[in-house]
């Protein structure tokens, strides 16, 4: 794989319409395709890519321009060659939308862009806040209410229908709706690792240490 020579982007990428806000401050080189984009974002919000999404980004007053999981059969807007530095430059915002019937929207907001530091993994996770909904669950009002019912449950136990709604929806009594684990996130964020120039660098210059004590 070709070392990242660009930049990197800070982003915050939330859920619009959360209530705490679940969101993720994410690092990922500024050169990462769309595609990739969307991989990264499942993996920081433990999503399991099960569903149709799209990114919408507005220019200059003029009608958003859509990437989406059909990129293979759209030749107009190719999600697999478009790259970040090129949709989303410093201090802007574009939308990403995710499973067309629970209909979850995140806003991505530049926070800055800097250059690649030798020795950290991109992309990587910062900090963050709140579990992020389980996969079919619903669409954020949806989820709330049901953790409004869960927290209920826990002072009555009469509700059954509002409980096996909740055990089929995956939130049980085990869920921690308040549980945001930076470590397990950039535990998955791993797999999607892309070098960078930095980083190459700095391997390029252990190895001649390494072939010059020998």
């Keep these: 794989m070709k070392p990242s020579d660009s930049t990197i982007h800070q982003i915050k990428v939330s859920i619009?319409?959360?209530q705490p806000l679940?969101?993720?401050l994410i690092e990922v080189p500024?050169?990462?395709t769309l595609v990739e984009l969307h991989n990264i974002i499942q993996a920081a919000f433990d999503w399991e890519n099960r569903h149709m999404w799209e990114f919408s980004v507005s220019s200059g007053g003029q009608d958003s321009v859509r990437y989406d999981s059909e990129f293979e059969t759209d030749e107009a807007n190719q999600a697999d060659e478009v790259r970040l530095y090129q949709v989303l430059p410093e201090a802007h915002t574009m939308l990403y939308t995710y499973d067309y019937g629970d209909n979850r929207e995140l806003d991505i907001t530049t926070q800055r862009i800097?250059?690649?530091e030798p020795g950290v993994q991109y992309p990587w996770c910062l900090d963050g806040a709140q579990a992020a909904?389980?996969?079919d669950?619903?669409?954020?009002?949806?989820?709330?209410?049901?953790?409004?019912s869960l927290?209920?449950?826990s002072r009555r136990k009469d509700r059954e229908e509002d409980r096996e709604t909740l055990v089929n929806r995956g939130i049980t009594d085990w869920f921690d709706a308040d549980h945001f684990d930076v470590k397990k996130v950039n535990q998955a964020l791993a797999d999607f690792a892309i070098p960078t120039v930095a980083n190459q660098e700095l391997s390029d210059l252990a190895t001649?240490?390494?072939g010059a004590s020998s």
């Design 16 to 18: 619009r319409g959360s």
């Design 22 to 24: 679940i969101w993720r």
């Design 30 to 32: 500024s050169d990462v």
């Design 114 to 116: 800097h250059t690649s």
């Design 133 to 135: 909904p389980l996969e």
């Design 137 to 148: 669950c619903g669409g954020i009002d949806e989820y709330q209410r049901l953790l409004e």
């Design 151 to 153: 927290s209920s449950q």
């Design 208 to 210: 001649a240490e390494e």
